[in-house]
Structures are given as C-alpha cells and as structure tokens.
C-alpha cells in the first residue's frame, strides 16, 4: 500500500521558514517524480502546483510564484522529498500536499497523494 506522509508545517510569521517533509513507502521512490501542491480555501478545492523534482533528482520545478524562495529536494536513499520555504508570505498559506507521479504541473499527472499539512503564514 503506497502511502505518502507530509509532515513540518505550521505557523509562521511573514518572513519566516518552514521545511515540509514528505515520506514515502509501498512504492519504488526513487523511480518516481515528486512534487509539492498547494490547496486554499478561497481558490476552492483545486490543487497548484507549487514545486516538482524529477527521479534522479537532476530537474527541478517551481511556480512563479514561490520561484527563488521555496527549494525542492528528495533523499532517495530516505524516500523522501522536502520542500524548503523561504521569506514566507500569506498569500503562501495554504495546505500544502506532496504528489507520486509520472510528473508534470497538473494534479491528475500524479497517481499517490499524502493527506497534506497545513502552513499559516501571519502578517
């Protein structure tokens, strides 16, 4: 059974950091994209995709938005991918949820979610 576990979120105040951390099993990790999304509540349901890391850890992703902030690594021999986030904002809260995956920016391009961990971000 593949199960995806985020963990390192909080609350944070605006300038502030966090690093997220998402463990996996059930799967082979290291032959999979990972990639982090974000949910908010006045945007609806749908999941953005914030960052994205390939397999072999070579390629990695970012939105615009959090581009030059959040970092995006994997520890294959760990199975797991983290998400470094820098010079927080509130417009970065959200819950944040990581993604195993062929790839890609779309959420329906990732078959296992975890079941995502709350950021707040203060002003």
């Known amino acids: 059974q593949v199960q995806l576990v985020e963990s390192g979120g909080g609350l944070v105040q605006a300038g502030g950091s966090l690093r997220l951390s998402c463990a996996a099993s059930?799967?082979?990790?290291?032959?999979?994209?990972m990639a982090w999304f974000r949910q908010t509540p006045r945007k609806g349901k749908e999941r953005y995709f914030v960052?994205?890391?390939?397999?072999?850890?070579?390629?990695?992703y970012y939105s615009d938005s959090v581009k030059g902030r959040f970092t995006i690594s994997r520890d294959n021999a760990e199975n797991t991918v983290y998400l470094q986030m820098r010079g927080l904002r509130p417009e970065d809260t959200a819950v944040y949820y990581c993604?195993?995956?062929?790839?890609?920016?779309?959420?329906?391009?990732?078959?296992?979610w975890g079941q995502g961990t709350q950021v707040t971000v203060s002003s």
């Open positions: 993604a195993d995956g062929p790839g890609g920016l779309a959420p329906v391009e990732y078959d296992y």
């Open positions: 960052a994205g890391i390939s397999w072999n850890p070579v390629s990695t």
């Open positions: 059930g799967l082979t990790f290291s032959s999979y994209a």
